[in-house]
């Protein structure tokens, strides 16, 4: 592991990489975020009046309040009341709407606690929320509801006893929340301190951030990253192909070095349609990410509106399967609580093309 002090200055480091963004521009756009419904709208040039059949009119809501980086809005089409990055982050009436079966915790989590800020649900890994807190708020997150101040690590260091015990611990998960929310310095002591954990071989970083935020990326990220002994591995969070412009393929080839898979989530009016999939893998694999997860939506209260039935996910899941290399088709899943592993949705001939 390089030692945090023999890093290079920013400054240098931006000159070697010649990345179109300065070591601190991630901070200012973090600061910066939209948080105002009508601001956004006025950005992306759409009346507020355009929603109200069936997608439900937009809200200003106060627990998940509207969060939305700049970087990302330039993504948005103008004047297109049914963008599929709007609607990712738009909070809308449906929201509120209460629906049986959809829980606060539908996962469980609260379960599969095994210490402050660490859940253990599957056999050989362990995931650390290493933050509280995120860039973007998405409308249909399954941890929108999730007790962050009762876990969050940002303030202290997460007590990675339970860790260093446990020496069936194999993979060291870190999400949050997003762990690059993380100073890069915050990171690497939490980093540091996992490289000292004989039985961790792998460590897996769950972010959306260098897709919300594609200037987090920075010289500075990659040599923390690159810092660790074990085998790195990123998962990134894109669920559309026009989530991917210039700039993320700039950021995303800094980080060639490491292992780079892609998990999405499956959202009616979004992402179910399957050239928009398809288009998705190719662009993903273009710039070096592999598909990793296709997710069926969890029944989280306040996100109905975004499932798709599942015979017709596995309908689209089989037409992908045809368009494209096995390589590129993600695993459809499904998360069942108590699982010894996430679920895969297969069309059992039946119930396709529902
Ligand atoms: C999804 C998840 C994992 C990782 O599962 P993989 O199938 O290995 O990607 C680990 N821990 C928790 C709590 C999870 O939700
Ligand atoms: S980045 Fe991930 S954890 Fe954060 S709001 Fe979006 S889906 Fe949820």
Redesign the pocket.
Known sequence: MIPVTTLSTNAVEDQRTSLPWGAQKWRRELLDAVTNVGELLRLVDVDPKAFEAGFGGPRQPADFPLRVPRPYIDRMRRRDPRDPLLRQVLPTSHETDTVPGYAFDP?D?AH?VLDSGI????RG???VIAAGACAVHCRYCFRRHFPYAQHRQDSGFPSLDALRKDETIR?V?L?GGDPLMLTDGHLARLLGALARIDHVARI?VHTRLPVVIPQRVTPALVDTLASVPQRLVL?LHFNHPNEIDETCVTALAQLDAFTLLNQSVLLSGINDDVAALAELSERLFEAGVMP??LHMPDAVAGTHHFDVPEARAAALHRELMARLPGYLVPRL?R?VPGGA??ELVIADGANVGA
């Open positions: 996962l989590e599969a859940l253990r649900k599957y890994r362990a995931l993979e998960i999400s897996r998962v990793y997860y899943v998360e592993a996430k």
